[in-house]
């Protein structure tokens, strides 16, 4: 409730009251003039439905299967005859969990280099149950070159509380294979607050990390969005999440044992060793999202398509594109957006800053300071970076920015179709 608070009256501070946080219905997507962009592409199928996920995404399904395909390869093709063969930067396949139609990955893939100039890398979530030789030998083939692969835990106990469909004996094998294939970056996800969960378990997890080779993890705290099936679990049985010291020592631990171990910290929660190119699970410049409920974020609006599956493909058969939400975003919210990002890799460039908010914006040079005298970043030459403190906070920020605004868009969007408005 205190971060709520705190969140909110930053937000109004910063942006002032003329910048509306609402996101309202449209049915198509204002598109400038571009030479590239990237893609989002979400795959919304898992063979097991984890009961804490927050995504979009419904049990696999064999007849959705291909309506969903062509529903994508026709979004395609529309965005082709609005932009024509523009350059496409990076694609990003999340979900759900892409491998579950790894064939049909081929047809989409196919279908953007036939309508754009791809020119960047291919990076994809999987799940360890997913993976074996033909699967990975697919990817490569298709010219993925960065993977994340969702181990989570390799602690029976965490395992089952999160209702995953494996073991972790599967585990070393999955991530064996992964590791072996010469991708040029393999990031493995991992889950710490766990109800029951202690220190030991989160450093044990990173330890077998580690000894398998891996060059980057990125640690999710758990959100329990309150309409997810973990959510209400753990509401009727009021099990009760780790409190706020006890995060901020297992983060401290998090932190240290990965510096311990040749990691240097890259975002909030990834930790990376090594030259290998950076794995990152978000998209932040423009881009363009493809498949229901994918986000997309071009002239300086951020668009949702309907969440819908069903809606996903029967608007896409009519020939329309299936956008459904907008929120504008003014001038002062999209110099914060890219100050999120970068509070997100935990420095902020002074060069680039300087040039964005000039010497007039007064408000955010105070923040900056009082961020120092709290001892949350320092001021280096050509940087602002984030202190293992500051790190943290902005960490549980994130956390509630996440559960609060994120919650208000999904919840509704996954209820409704076309919703009218939602104010965030
Ligand atoms: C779409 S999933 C990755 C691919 C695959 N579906 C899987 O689960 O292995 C994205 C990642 O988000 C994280 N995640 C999912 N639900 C979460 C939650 N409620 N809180 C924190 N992290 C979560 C997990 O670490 C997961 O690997
Ligand atoms: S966490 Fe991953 S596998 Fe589990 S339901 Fe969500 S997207 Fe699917």
């Given at each position: 409730m205190l971060i709520e608070t705190i969140t909110g009256r930053v937000r109004q501070y910063l942006l002032g009251?003329?910048?509306?946080?609402?996101?309202?219905?449209?049915?198509?997507?204002?598109?400038?003039?571009?030479?590239?962009?990237?893609?989002?592409?979400?795959i919304p199928f898992c063979k097991n439905v984890c009961p804490y996920c927050p995504y979009n995404k419904v049990k696999y399904d064999k007849k959705l299967i291909n309506p969903y395909v062509n529903a994508m390869l026709n979004e395609i093709e529309q965005y082709y005859e609005r932009l024509g063969k523009i350059e496409i930067s990076s694609i990003y396949i999340g979900g759900g969990t892409p491998t579950n139609l790894i064939d049909e990955l081929a047809v989409i893939l196919r279908k953007i280099r036939e309508c754009f100039i791809l020119t960047g890398d291919i990076a994809i979530e999987t799940n360890p149950d997913d993976i074996n030789e033909e699967v990975i030998n697919k990817l490569k083939?298709?010219?993925?070159?960065?993977?994340?692969?969702?181990v989570q835990s390799f602690n029976d106990k965490c395992l089952t509380f999160l209702g995953r469909s494996y073991e972790a004996n599967i585990l070393p094998q999955?991530?064996?294979?992964?590791?072996?294939?010469?991708?040029?970056?393999?990031?493995?996800?991992?889950?710490?607050?766990?109800?029951?969960?202690?220190?030991?378990?989160?450093?044990?997890?990173?330890?077998?990390?580690?000894?398998l080779g891996v060059?980057?993890?990125?640690?999710?705290?758990?959100?329990?969005?309150?309409?997810?099936a973990a959510g209400k679990y753990l509401k009727l049985k009021k099990i009760k999440m780790p409190g706020?010291?006890?995060?901020?020592?297992?983060?401290?631990?998090?932190?240290?044992?990965?510096?311990?171990?040749?990691?240097?910290?890259?975002?909030?929660?990834?930790?990376?060793?090594?030259?290998?190119?950076?794995?990152?699970?978000?998209?932040?410049?423009?881009?363009?999202?493809?498949?229901?409920?994918?986000?997309?974020?071009?002239?300086?609006?951020?668009?949702?398509?309907?969440?819908?599956?069903?809606?996903?493909?029967?608007?896409?058969?009519?020939?329309?594109?299936p956008v459904a939400l907008k929120m504008d975003v003014g001038k002062?919210?999209?110099?914060?957006?890219?100050?999120?990002?970068?509070?997100?890799?935990?420095?902020?460039?002074?060069?680039?800053?300087?040039?964005?908010?000039?010497?007039?914006?007064?408000?955010?040079?105070?923040?900056?300071?009082?961020?120092?005298?709290?001892?949350?970043?320092?001021?280096?030459?050509?940087?602002?970076?984030?202190?293992?403190?500051?790190?943290?906070?902005?960490?549980?920020?994130q956390n509630y920015f996440v559960l609060n605004y994120i919650n208000k868009v999904w919840s509704v969007a996954m209820r409704e179709a076309w919703p009218d408005r939602i104010k965030i």
């Amino acid at each position: 409730m205190l971060i709520e608070t705190i969140t909110g009256r930053v937000r109004q501070y910063l942006l002032g009251a003329e910048q509306e946080f609402v996101f309202k219905h449209i049915d198509s997507i204002d598109l400038p003039r571009i030479d590239k962009i990237d893609l989002y592409i979400h795959i919304p199928f898992c063979k097991n439905v984890c009961p804490y996920c927050p995504y979009n995404k419904v049990k696999y399904d064999k007849k959705l299967i291909n309506p969903y395909v062509n529903a994508m390869l026709n979004e395609i093709e529309q965005y082709y005859e609005r932009l024509g063969k523009i350059e496409i930067s990076s694609i990003y396949i999340g979900g759900g969990t892409p491998t579950n139609l790894i064939d049909e990955l081929a047809v989409i893939l196919r279908k953007i280099r036939e309508c754009f100039i791809l020119t960047g890398d291919i990076a994809i979530e999987t799940n360890p149950d997913d993976i074996n030789e033909e699967v990975i030998n697919k990817l490569k083939r298709y010219g993925v070159t960065l993977l994340s692969l969702g181990v989570q835990s390799f602690n029976d106990k965490c395992l089952t509380f999160l209702g995953r469909s494996y073991e972790a004996n599967i585990l070393p094998q999955a991530a064996t294979l992964a590791l072996s294939s010469h991708f040029e970056s393999v990031n493995f996800d991992l889950m710490f607050a766990l109800p029951g969960q202690n220190i030991s378990d989160v450093i044990n997890d990173l330890r077998k990390s580690f000894s398998l080779g891996v060059g980057q993890v990125t640690l999710y705290p758990l959100f329990t969005f309150p309409y997810s099936a973990a959510g209400k679990y753990l509401k009727l049985k009021k099990i009760k999440m780790p409190g706020i010291f006890a995060r901020r020592k297992m983060y401290r631990a998090i932190h240290q044992f990965c510096l311990d171990n040749g990691f240097q910290r890259v975002s909030v929660w990834g930790f990376k060793k090594g030259d290998a190119p950076r794995y990152s699970s978000v998209t932040r410049g423009c881009y363009i999202g493809l498949g229901a409920g994918a986000g997309s974020f071009v002239s300086n609006a951020f668009y949702f398509n309907t969440f819908s599956i069903e809606k996903y493909i029967e608007t896409l058969s009519s020939g329309k594109l299936p956008v459904a939400l907008k929120m504008d975003v003014g001038k002062k919210l999209s110099r914060y957006y890219w100050l999120y990002w970068r509070l997100y890799d935990t420095y902020i460039p002074k060069k680039h800053f300087k040039e964005l908010f000039g010497e007039e914006d007064n408000k955010i040079y105070r923040l900056l300071w009082l961020f120092k005298v709290l001892g949350l970043c320092r001021e280096e030459t050509n940087q602002f970076s984030l202190t293992e403190r500051g790190a943290f906070w902005l960490h549980l920020m994130q956390n509630y920015f996440v559960l609060n605004y994120i919650n208000k868009v999904w919840s509704v969007a996954m209820r409704e179709a076309w919703p009218d408005r939602i104010k965030i």
